[in-house]
């Protein structure tokens, strides 16, 4: 390990302290409600994201689930239906955050999985780090290396603070910003390479990755699907309410019906092969496998210092998946039930391993996701479609010019972010509200809009509705942009046909699975109370008798403690 390694991560725990403290003054003039003394700290807290997770699909397929995985927890945890991610902008890197820092981005500082810098104005990624690189992989500018952009501590860093460091903190996932943004400031997070289908780490966390991750990739275990396809798992009969498989335009080259095969067009181990494997149950499937190898190369649940460890696991396949092809899908549908069959085995071995009596679980998603808007609006009466976000900005400067005599006012944007020139605007003689204002109208008239929201108005701070509160969370005061723009429920930021997304404070978006589990803790039960996923993390902190989250605002679920 390098000095200069060891000194960044001494200033990133000091800085840690610094945030802390601040939260904790917050935090006294708040009223905290009784809880009761729990059993004693749990050995192992595991930690599930399943990427682009509605709420409506674990409802909707629930009885076609097998006895060891969701139903696991659905019936013998406590599970609250009414849960969210309670921000605006609802995205992959802002619900991974919220998870484990129980902060909104307001606070922790990450706005997207893209946002503009205020300096150069340029595009950056949530977790991009030029300082760092993949451990023996190749690593791109904006690849996610370090949680530099990430603001406040998460759970990890305070258990490892009130344990002097000897509580192991351990993330992988599909996605480099699933595992980083898991794994805070001073865990260690392993993400997929797509060029090499190995699990790789960062030179952020370590120089070189210890002998359990090299004798895992030494294995090549993800060179095994090469030739095999993804076929439905149950009967036919079972996925008759699915959407038709033609709603969704198959993308040249690439199939919009089972079964799908994964090989590389050059017929060799490459990365073509590798990328296509996120698409579908197989990358899932390693992620739980690497989990399980975290488990043995790194004894967790088993600390021989005696002290409580976390494995952050994030699951990126069923975001592809429903990306690709809607969350109404016989696809997306065949998935989960595929990925609550592989639950079940992951729980059976922890079982095997630490003891399921001593291993304390979280279930929840990132975001939701809408339907395709093919599909929407076929059912009648909706009205549903893409926007797309470069004309819409073009279309607004082109407005502003022709009306306030100014060319580029907008100068730049990253939807649902809009950024405006307003020192231009004030040499031209155009007051900062007259410029919001004029766009804002513009805006407003255009097909997909409902709602505009200016930095004006942000920085009064004035909230009416529960969409106001959402979009205020998601708006962080140096980050975010000028502009904030929501759109219709069922429409969304894309381009091209075929497929949907995510991103807006509608309940499709926001309603993720909530399940905690944990017989010596939980008070099993379907819990019909408001929850946030910001909950998670103050609740896990009471249960792990350690401090809450620098930035965390969630409250402890203590309807379902023990």
């Known amino acids: 390990m390098t000095k200069n390694f060891s000194l960044s991560r001494q200033l990133a725990h000091a800085l840690l302290l610094v945030s802390s403290v601040a939260a904790g003054q917050a935090h006294a003039a708040k009223a905290v409600p009784a809880v009761p003394v729990t059993a004693a700290q749990p050995k192992l807290v595991v930690v599930l994201v399943v990427d682009g997770l509605p709420q409506e699909q674990v409802t909707r397929y629930r009885e076609q689930f097998g006895p060891g995985g969701f139903r696991r927890l659905l019936e013998q945890g406590a599970w609250f239906s ?110 997929y390479m797509e060029k090499t289908g190995n699990f790789a780490s960062s030179t952020y966390y370590m120089q070189q990755h210890p ?27 079972a996925y008759v309410n699915d959407a038709r498989d033609d709603l969704v335009a198959a993308k040249p080259g690439t199939r919009n019906t089972f079964p799908f095969a994964y090989y590389s067009d050059s017929g060799n181990l490459d ?6 494997l996120k698409a579908g149950p197989f990358l899932d499937e390693l992620t739980l496998e690497f989990a399980r190898a975290a488990v043995d190369g790194e004894n967790l649940g088993r600390n021989p210092a005696g002290v409580p460890d976390i494995l952050g696991v994030s699951l990126s396949s069923h975001d592809y998946v429903n990306h690709a092809y809607g969350p109404e899908s016989k696809m997306s549908h065949d998935h989960l039930q595929r990925l609550d069959r592989m639950l079940a085995g992951f729980f059976a071995d922890l079982d095997k391993k630490v003891g399921m009596d001593n291993v304390l679980v979280v279930l929840t998603a990132d975001h939701g996701f809408a339907n395709v808007p093919e599909f929407t609006e076929a059912r009648g009466g909706f009205s549903a479609k893409r926007i797309d976000g470069d004309k819409l900005a073009a279309s607004l400067n082109q407005h502003l010019a022709a009306t306030l005599g100014v060319d580029k006012l907008v100068t730049t944007w990253s939807m649902p972010n809009i950024y405006l020139d307003y020192a231009l605007a004030e ?36 909230v009416a509705t529960r969409m106001d509160t959402l979009m205020r969370r998601a708006w962080n005061r140096q980050l975010s942009g000028d502009l904030m723009v929501v759109t219709k429920p069922a429409w969304y930021f894309g381009k091209g046909v075929g497929g949907t997304s995510h991103g807006s404070p509608y309940t499709y978006d926001t309603n993720v699975p909530l399940m905690v589990f944990g017989p010596r803790w939980i008070k099993p039960g379907a819990y019909g109370e408001y929850a946030e996923v910001v909950d998670i993390a103050p609740t896990l902190a009471h249960l792990l008798r350690i401090r809450q989250p620098s930035a965390s605002e969630g409250r402890i679920l203590t309807e379902a403690v023990r």
């Open 82 to 191: 009414d849960a969210h991610q309670a921000h605006g902008i609802t995205v992959t890197a802002i619900g991974h955050s919220a998870v484990l820092s129980g902060a909104y981005p307001y606070q922790h500082g990450v706005i997207g999985n893209n946002w503009i810098d205020p300096v150069t104005k340029k595009s950056v990624y949530c977790t991009e780090d030029g300082n760092f690189h993949y451990i023996g992989e190749e690593t791109k500018p904006d690849d996610g290396t370090s949680p530099v952009k990430l603001r406040v501590s998460t759970l990890g860093d305070e258990l490892r603070y009130a344990t002097g460091d000897k509580a192991k903190v351990v993330t992988v996932s599909g996605k480099d910003r699933g595992a980083i943004l898991l794994a805070g400031k001073t865990g260690t997070a392993y993400m």
């Open 271 to 276: 990365g073509d092969y590798y990328s296509r």
């Open 427 to 462: 040499k031209n003689g155009i007051q900062r509200a007259a410029l919001e204002d004029a766009a804002a109208r513009f805006l407003l008239q255009q097909d997909g809009l409902s709602q505009i929201y200016t930095r004006t108005q942000m920085e009064s701070g004035a």
């Open 211 to 237: 002998q359990w991750v090299q004798r895992y990739q030494a294995a090549k275990p993800q060179d095994r699907y090469y030739g095999k396809s993804w076929t439905p798992l149950l009967a036919d009969g």
